[in-house]
Structure formats: C-alpha cells, structure tokens
Nanobody
C-alpha cells in the first residue's frame, strides 16, 4: 500500500508565497517521476510541475520563474515552492508520483489534494 500525503496549502495574498510538500510512504521499491497538478473550479486538471528521478524538471508556462519543484529522494518527498502567487493560481493542488511498490508493478499514485487560495 502506497500513500501520498500533502501539506502546506492555505490562504495567501497576491504576491505571497507558499510551499507545498508531498511525502510518499508504504512498501516503496522505487520512485520515478513526482509532480504537482492543480484543478480550479470548472476547469480541467493541469500539470503544474514535474521532476524526474534524475532531477530533470518541467513546468507549466504560466508558473515558470515563479514556482520551483524539488525532491528529496531519500525521503520520497516532493516540494513545490510557489512565489509571486496570483489569484489565477487558486486551485486544489494534487501530488502525483509514479511508484513501484515491492513485488508490484509500477503505477501512478495521487495525493488527496490541498487547497491553495490566493486572494486579498
């Protein structure tokens, strides 16, 4: 059983910062990519940022230069540092990871989601 647990969401004023964390736990053999998606009301879920096992990153164009994804592979944890937040960043943010549990094929796992609200 693999679980992803997110933390760090909340309410912040425009221009502010938040840091999201997502820790994977369970019978993990290896973790491949880890990433963050978001879904705003009435919109489709979109990929915000992703980081591979060797540290390569990719970002949604609208967050480039403001968000930074990083990971601590020893802790199976991924972070999303969000700076210069805008109201349009408001959404539920979901952690996603491609994980191979011990004795089981690799699969995609999702966190429960954490609300980020950017408002004055």
């Amino acid at each position: 059983q693999v679980q992803l647990v997110e933390s760090g969401g909340g309410l912040v004023q425009p221009g502010g910062s938040l840091r999201l964390s997502c820790a994977a736990s369970g019978n993990i053999f290896s973790t491949y990519y880890m990433g963050w998606y978001r879904q705003a009301p009435g919109k489709q879920r979109e990929l915000v940022a992703i980081i591979s096992s060797n540290g390569n990153t990719n970002y949604l164009d609208s967050v480039k230069g403001r968000f930074t994804i990083s990971r601590d592979s020893a802790k199976n944890t991924v972070y999303l540092q969000m700076n210069s937040l805008k109201p349009e960043d408001t959404a539920v943010y979901y952690c996603n990871a491609r994980i191979k549990p011990i004795g089981v094929s690799a699969n995609d796992y999702w966190g429960q989601g954490t609300q980020v609200t950017v408002s004055s």
